[in-house]
């Protein structure tokens, strides 16, 4: 009886120890959310980014990380450029928070729309994405060796499709065409989730898209990723069954994707650190590592000076890709 009531008091312990972990309000900072968060997705609807926002606000609910809702609010026009300008004029407004891709670097970049990440309050990288190269399982394509050599020998013929215009999927397209030398016709849509569902439909003869966006219709048999544009391959079950770039075709070819958090310029050290604790608890969650398997991300939280000097290296390496295919701005 000793012993059970022993280990009893030891789970109750565990027990409430996880419970303060996630539930207790703003233990690393004296300010919380009063009025729900506007959290701004500068991308269209079933993309990486959207899936993203819409699997954290009700977690943030569910552990009771904040007393207010996080209210997913999509932005997309100008690629993400509506929202970014949106956050950057909302100086000092402490409930707003933006879920940022590469479209961070490769908007202004590409449109000379007056932003750049500096002018908005860095949080935290939650995790990077991949991209694969994706064709239509009734293509009959079954490596990227194969799809690329058909590919080679009808310049133009072949429709890439990807989100946005001289953003990351055309960034990758250019990098393909150099790399093997292609030329493809790339169509431009909204959102991953709307590239995916035209790749469906055979509308577009491949995508670049990330894992998360066309994991769906991989699961049904709709799509095939042909192989991970990087070095490694994604270590997660069922995404380290696709090859790399390297391994498919003997070209090493690598682009991954910011996922991160951003404020609004301006906002108190508060509020910075209570928006920092807290998406780290929600990244420490059960249910986090399972999404982050499931969608074949890569698990790579980063705040403060670190985060910082990513996002410079990760900019300078943006621009000079984007000004090897041509995709700057004049």
């Not at 789970?11 to 729900?36: K, Q």
């Not at 982050?292 to 000097?309: C, H, M, Q, R, T």
Request: net charge positive; glycine share 10%.
């Amino acid at each position: 009886m000793g012993k059970r009531f022993s280990g009893l008091k030891i789970g109750l312990v565990v027990a409430c120890s996880m419970a303060l972990a996630f539930t207790s309000i703003g233990t690393a900072s004296a300010w919380v959310p009063d009025r729900p968060v506007e959290f701004i997705v500068p991308a269209g609807a079933g993309g990486g980014a959207d899936v993203m926002a819409r699997f954290i606000s009700p977690l943030v609910s569910k552990y009771n990380l904040s007393p207010k809702p996080w209210v997913v609010i999509n932005k997309s026009a100008g690629a993400g450029a509506e929202g970014f300008m949106y956050v950057k004029g909302q100086k000092g407004n402490a409930n707003l928070i933006i879920i940022t891709l590469d479209n961070l670097f490769t908007t202004p970049l590409a449109t000379g729309v007056p932003f750049n990440w500096k002018d908005l309050t860095p949080a935290s990288r939650l995790a990077l994405d991949y991209f694969c190269l994706w064709v239509n399982k009734e293509s009959g394509y079954k490596t990227a060796a194969e799809y690329i050599d058909a590919v080679k020998k009808a310049p133009g013929k072949f429709v890439m499709g990807g989100t946005g215009a001289k953003q990351e999927d055309q960034i990758i397209t250019v990098q393909l065409e150099q790399a093997f030398g292609l030329k493809f016709n790339y169509v431009p849509f909204k959102g991953g989730g709307t590239v995916a569902v035209e790749l469906v439909g055979k509308h577009i003869s491949s995508s670049v898209n990330n894992p998360s966006e066309a994991r769906s219709h991989w699961k049904n048999g709709t799509l095939v990723p042909l192989a991970t544009i990087d070095s490694t391959r994604i270590n997660l079950p069922d995404w380290d069954q696709i090859p790399t770039m390297k391994e498919a075709t003997g070209k090493d070819l690598s682009y991954l994707m910011l996922r991160g958090i951003f404020l609004a310029p301006g906002v108190k050290p508060e509020v910075v650190a209570y928006y920092v604790d807290t998406l780290k608890k929600v990244t420490e969650t059960p249910e986090w590592k399972k999404y982050i398997a499931d969608n074949g991300l890569k698990d790579a939280y980063l705040s403060g000076p670190e985060f910082v000097k990513w996002l410079e290296d990760k900019e300078a390496t943006t621009k000079d890709l984007m000004a090897k295919g041509h995709l700057l701005k004049k």
